[in-house]
Nanobody, 122 residues
């Protein structure tokens, strides 16, 4: 069983937008903080954004602040990442993940999706 499944990645020109979705396998994930991470070729996995279990708190990496928005729909057990004003440096595989606490370190997350590729062309 795959606990988290990402979708919505693709190829977009610089300045464009994409919305990523992450569907969880059960309503128990409504009790987890959810995060988005990304990994570009030759780079370490990097924090992008997280949202608390009830959606009351959000956190963003400085590199995406003001451009990306994380949200969640607990009725559908789904988390989203709206990405606007995309830049070539945003190109990466994007992963969603679940954690029992609000942390930015990827090592602390308990469940992961398989990732979705985002490519931003110039």
């Amino acid at each position: 069983q795959v606990p988290l499944v990402e979708s919505g990645g693709g190829l977009v020109q610089a300045g464009g937008s994409l919305r990523l979705s992450c569907a969880a396998s059960g309503r128990n994930f409504n009790y987890y903080a959810m995060g988005w991470f990304r990994q570009a070729p030759g780079k370490e996995r990097a924090f992008v954004a997280l949202i608390s279990w009830n959606g009351g708190s959000t956190y963003y990496a400085d590199s995406v602040k003001g451009r990306f928005t994380i949200s969640r729909d607990n009725a559908n057990v789904t988390v989203y990442l709206q990405m606007n004003s995309l830049k070539p440096e945003d190109t990466a595989v994007y992963y969603c993940a679940a954690a029992v606490s609000e942390v930015v370190e990827w090592e602390a997350y308990d469940y992961w999706g398989q990732g979705t590729q985002v490519t931003v062309s110039s």
